[in-house]
């Protein structure tokens, strides 16, 4: 599932397993801050590991429900289910730590 954006200032991959609590509600506070922080300038991808399992060694994951923001660099990982909003966004580098 992708969302599709004109201006995609922000590529975030979230890795899941499953349909579980934890997945369900990274994804939930994901999209929130997005729309709240980059309307209109992000992308996010989310790859279901029980689905894909081959991609989790390519962003090293080694815990899900994972967060890698692929762009802009550097790489960065945030896991659990992000609903500490000021981690995330700090996290992220969406605002100043």
């Keep these: 599932m992708i969302e599709e954006n004109e201006l995609?200032?922000?590529?975030?991959?979230?890795?899941?397993?499953?349909?579980?609590?934890?997945?369900?509600?990274?994804?939930?506070?994901?999209?929130?801050?997005?729309?709240?922080?980059?309307?209109?300038?992000?992308r996010i991808e989310v790859i279901d590991l029980l689905v894909q399992p081959q991609l989790a060694e390519g962003d090293q994951i080694f815990a899900i429900p994972t967060l890698v923001r692929k762009f802009p660099e550097p790489i960065r990982k945030i896991i659990g289910d992000l609903s500490n909003e000021e981690k995330v966004l700090v996290g992220l580098n969406i605002i100043p730590a």
Aim: glycine letters at 6%; one cysteine or more; a positive charge.
């Design 8 to 42: 995609k200032a922000y590529e975030l991959r979230l890795y899941i397993a499953g349909k579980t609590a934890r997945s369900v509600t990274a994804l939930a506070n994901l999209k929130k801050y997005c729309e709240e922080h980059l309307k209109g300038q992000y």
